[in-house]
């Protein structure tokens, strides 16, 4: 292999490794280290030294172990979901207990919600939202005893509503015990 | 490479640890280098031969906490180089560091020149 190819496969699998970090850091990377060994290459011919792209590839080490260099900052834990940030200072004091309640609470939710979407699909008279008499609730209601005066909202619109609220409540709480989990272990 | 060696390097491995950033951040003040000049620099001296992968993260650490500022630039017809110099950070974080250095050399300095069997005692009590 000659020392161009080597070079060019040694860039090319730390570039793969770096794709964690957004493309133009990722690209920075690359240049300044592919900089840094054509300018050691010039350099040991200036000094009549036969080059050895091997050598100074060896100073780097290996792709993959230099790219966890570069992002193991970012694998500390995994990045919270966007607007969570708070949960980075929460998390340093994580418990399994919270860990397990906050999965508990926001899968309940999730399941609660999805069931009252399928529900209104099979017995639609007794699910619902209703908005209690002079309008000063909203009662979402599992009943037979229907308030009186009380005027249904949304109709058959709770159920698609009603799922899609669930399972957006169960992807936000498998983000959320995502970002705790690296702090349990 | 000796015993005696092989102790001297291991030595030297974990002196570097806890002294690599102060050593950067020093060898960065008021002059700007890029990454083969550093490495060249730190080379000169036996105790910090660190390697391209050691250095090159770190300054891309020291760079991510602001310590340090790197800029492309090209000197005639030589490639771009990454060029880094220290930010207002980068100096105060450099004489906070040289202060605690300078103590714990003075300190250590302190104990190995009062051997026993007499009590030590330390300085400033």
Redesign the interface.
């Given at each position: 292999m000659s020392e161009h190819e080597q070079i060019h496969n040694y860039l090319k699998y730390l570039s793969k490794y770096l794709s964690r970090l957004d493309k133009s850091s990722a690209d920075?990377?690359i240049?300044?280290?592919e900089?840094?060994i054509?300018?050691?290459i010039e350099?040991q011919e200036q000094n009549g030294e036969k080059p050895d792209a091997q050598a100074?590839l060896d100073?780097?080490?290996e792709p993959r172990?230099?790219a966890n260099?570069?992002v193991e900052?970012m694998l500390k834990g995994t990045p919270p979901p966007t607007g969570f940030k708070a949960i980075q200072s929460v998390k340093k004091g994580v418990t399994k207990g919270l860990y397990y309640s906050m999965g508990l609470f926001g899968f309940g939710i999730s399941l609660l919600l999805i069931i009252i979407g399928l529900g209104k699909l099979f017995m639609p008279d007794l699910i619902g939202v209703w908005s209690a008499a002079q309008g000063n609730s909203v009662i979402i209601i599992f009943s037979e005893d229907i308030y009186p005066d009380s005027k249904e909202l949304l109709g058959y619109w709770l159920i698609p509503i009603a799922i899609a609220l669930g399972v957006g409540i169960a992807r936000l709480t498998k983000g959320v015990l995502a970002a705790l989990k690296s702090s349990l272990q | 490479m000796t015993k005696q060696e092989n102790s001297n390097e291991k030595w030297d491995v974990q002196l570097r640890k806890g002294t690599l950033e102060l050593v950067i951040l020093a060898a960065l003040k008021e002059r700007r280098l890029y990454g083969l000049e550093l490495l060249k620099l730190l080379h000169s001296f036996e105790t910090m031969k660190i390697t391209e992968g050691t250095l090159y993260p770190l300054m891309d650490r020291l760079k991510r906490d602001e310590l340090v500022c790197a800029l492309w630039h090209q000197e005639g017809e030589s490639r771009p180089r990454k060029y880094y110099k220290l930010a207002q950070k980068g100096e105060q974080k450099l004489a906070l560091l040289t202060n605690r250095w300078r103590q714990s050399v003075e300190e250590i300095e302190y104990i190995i020149q009062n051997p026993g069997p007499q009590p030590i005692e330390p300085k400033g009590d």
């Open positions: 920075e990377v240049r300044e280290i900089s840094h054509l300018d050691s350099l100074i100073g780097f080490g172990e230099l260099h570069y900052h | -």
